[in-house]
């Protein structure tokens, strides 16, 4: 890692795609990406080295088993309301799981590498259990009461002094509402603040309030959703969270700017170091697939 002086001292100037040499201030995002999200965000605010192997260089980690499990259960429950949006009513649960199993298993499998790309902790078969599970308690418990206006609705938002948007998609959209679920070891009963920008994002770009379903893999599946606990909404954005919004957007742009000026495309951007703050329960360094040579990590 550069000392100080050596940080500071550096050429302010970075290379194009083209090869041509950009100055810091007229250097723009735009070079190189097409769009942020709350998912890039999220990344670059946990750990500049990661969003640099992830978003500036196209590296993909393989997925975890966890989260391939949650993929088939979110690919099922779009195919159900792909069509509920005119039928107004469900596909029977029975048609629901062997779609999960013919379709949804094997689509999610191929877009993530196949099976063998995957880190499992588990066999794919205990997998496609879990899935069968959580997708059958939600499907009883959640499913019948949800009328969704659209799927997978994809807004894009400009940013004052951002010069790409920042874009998402939101799972469902009902008339007062948007929901957004999400899969675990444990249901949460509260909105975890990693999905607060997520939320907030939708709340702003629909209008409508964002609401989190959280659902357990538990042998007995938990499903969290507003009716058990009203800390699982997050209202449209007040004139001052929206300040706050727009603020941190703009502050992560400048960021990725200041990486790209001082250290390019090529050398390793720094890290937060792996000693996280006194308010994380979880280590990011964890769950990325770069930490070897990574100085936080060694």
């Not at 083209?18 to 100055?23: F, L, N, Q, T």
């Not at 500049?48 to 393989?62: A, D, I, M, S, T």
């Not at 099976?115 to 009883?140: F, G, K, L, M, Q």
């Not at 998609?169 to 509402?177: A, F, K, L, S």
Request: hydrophobic letters at 35%.
């Amino acid at each position: 890692m550069p000392d100080l002086d050596a940080f500071l001292g550096r050429v302010d100037q970075v290379r194009g795609e083209d090869g041509s040499a950009r100055h810091k201030d007229n250097l723009l995002l735009s070079d190189h990406f097409h769009h942020l999200s709350a998912s890039s965000i999220g990344m670059l605010m946990r750990c500049p080295r990661q969003f640099q192997h992830r978003y500036l260089r196209g590296e993909k980690e393989r997925p975890g088993g966890n989260m391939v499990i949650g993929s088939f259960f979110h690919e099922t429950l779009a195919w159900n309301y792909a069509q509920k949006i005119d039928s107004h009513r469900d596909q029977p649960i029975s048609d629901a799981i062997q779609y999960l199993h013919d379709v949804a298993v094997p689509k999610v499998l191929e877009e993530e590498g196949g099976e063998e790309n995957i880190v499992w902790d588990t066999t794919v078969e205990d997998a496609r259990s879990d899935a069968e599970r959580i997708t059958s308690a939600y499907y009883r418990q959640v499913v019948p009461r949800i009328q969704p206006q659209a799927t997978e609705g994809r807004f894009e938002i400009q940013i004052p002094g951002v010069e790409v948007p920042v874009i998402g998609y939101i799972d469902v959209q009902e008339t007062n509402r948007v929901i957004d679920t999400k899969t675990g070891k444990q249901a949460s009963r509260k909105v975890k603040p990693s999905w607060q920008l997520q939320g907030r994002l939708y709340s702003f770009a629909s209008g409508k309030p964002t609401e989190y379903h959280s659902i357990s893999r538990a042998k007995t599946p938990t499903i969290v959703t507003a009716l058990e606990s009203s800390e699982m909404v997050v209202e449209i954005p007040t004139n001052s969270q929206m300040e706050n919004l727009t603020h941190l957007v703009q502050t992560s742009a400048a960021l990725i700017r200041i990486f790209l000026t001082q250290f390019g495309l090529d050398e390793e951007w720094p890290t937060w170091g792996s000693i996280p703050d006194f308010s994380r329960n979880i280590l990011p360094c964890d769950f990325c697939g770069w930490r070897q040579g990574c100085p936080a990590w060694t």
